[in-house]
């Protein structure tokens, strides 16, 4: 149980173009979902906190115009990467909360996105 | 408030053991462990929640000590398998509850 999927897994873009990525949790509904972002042999950095039917929460730094974030529903959470820049190529992850705050998060596979 | 985690690197021959510890200046909320491949996304191995708590298996166990500023994860007889980064991620007791990460230690067992 427990499995957050995440799609796609890898791509690759012009920049300027906006990319949209996925992120499901299939066997339980979890109202909250985290945004990470994770550079090259570091650890993971919050972008956002995602809660179902409501505004997301942003980290400090990260701009919620550049990174829109939709939670439709209690499985559901998307991240929209727009205008795309090659500074933005980063592996994102996303995590599904399982049970109450500050309990188990469970991610998803990542997305390897690669802006030209 | 980023937990400091050591040692930030270890190599070990596959049998042995290693420690890999997370400490915190602010009692926490709860601790989770997570084992990062390259390439791949976190994995989920444990929560530690209360004070003096031990838990997990024979291979790999956790502590979180009384007054819950340091988690130690334990891998005994390591296995080729276990090369990896682990994370801890903190939770403190007056946050909104967000998981907090350490830097990372990076495992690496060789045959």
């Known amino acids: 149980g427990a499995v957050v999927s995440q799609h796609p897994s890898r791509v690759i873009c012009k920049s300027g173009t906006s990319v949209k990525i996925e992120c499901r949790s299939l066997?339980?509904?979890?109202?909250?979902m985290f945004w990470y972002r994770q550079f090259p042999k570091k650890s993971l950095m919050l972008m956002a906190t995602?809660?179902?039917?409501?505004?997301?929460?942003?980290e400090q730094g990260v701009e919620k115009d550049k990174f829109l974030i939709n939670h439709a529903s209690l499985t559901l959470s998307t991240l929209t990467v727009t205008s795309a820049h090659p500074e933005d190529s980063s592996f994102y992850i996303c995590?599904?909360?399982?049970?109450?705050?500050?309990?188990?998060?469970?991610f998803g596979p990542g997305t390897r996105l690669l802006v030209l | 408030q980023q937990p400091v985690q050591s040692p930030q690197a270890v190599i070990l021959r596959e049998g042995e053991d290693a420690v890999i510890n997370c400490s915190s200046s602010?009692?926490?909320?709860?601790v989770h462990w997570y084992r990062q491949k390259h390439g791949e996304a976190p994995v989920f191995l444990m929560i530690?929640?209360?004070g003096g708590e031990q838990k997990g298996h024979e291979k790999i166990s956790a502590s979180f000590n009384e007054k819950k500023q340091q988690s130690s994860l334990y891998l005994t007889a390591s296995q080729l398998s276990y090369s990896g980064t682990y994370f801890c991620?903190?939770?403190?007791?007056?946050?909104?509850?967000?998981?907090?990460w350490g830097a990372g230690t990076k495992l690496i067992i060789k045959p």
């Open positions: 066997d339980f509904q979890a109202t909250t």
């Open positions: 530690l929640l209360k």
């Open positions: 995602s809660n179902e039917g409501s505004k997301a929460t942003y």
């Open positions: 991620g903190t939770v403190f007791m007056d946050s909104n509850y967000q998981l907090i």
């Open positions: 602010k009692a926490l909320y709860s």
């Open positions: 995590s599904a909360q399982l049970g109450g705050v500050g309990e188990t998060q469970y």
